[in-house]
């Protein structure tokens, strides 16, 4: 069984799955970073009981690295479909 569709369509959502896979990498999978005052100390600040580096606070978690892996994956369903599609149409 072959289905006929025109390939605004897997080009589209190809496309869409590209666009929005780059945006959950940059936006989702992008460490948490504190915007840092003029009073704040420059070795770090105390958060409880122990000493917080800024260097800590650039880390990525585990959500991060998921959004990060996620996003990948997108990207590449959405280059497959564009050059499944691609070679498709040029086979006719």
Same mark, same amino acid.
């Given at each position: 069984? #072959? ?8 080009? /589209?959502?190809?496309?869409?799955l590209i666009l929005?896979g780059a945006l959950?990498?940059?936006?989702? !999978? /992008? ?11 420059? /070795? ?16 990525? !978690?585990? #959500? #991060? ?5 996620? !996003? ?15 070679? #498709?149409?040029?086979? !006719?």
């Open positions: 069984m #072959q289905l006929n569709l025109p390939p605004i369509i897997p080009y /589209a959502v190809g496309c869409i929005f959950r990498i940059n936006y989702l !999978g /992008a460490p948490r970073v504190r915007k840092r005052n003029d009073d704040d100390e420059s /070795a770090g600040e105390v958060s409880g009981d122990r000493t917080v580096e800024p260097e800590e606070r650039l880390q990525r !978690g585990p #959500q #991060q690295r998921r959004h990060i892996r996620w !996003g990948i994956i997108w990207i590449l369903l959405g280059l497959f479909l564009v050059i499944s599609t691609f070679v #498709q149409v040029r086979r !006719g």
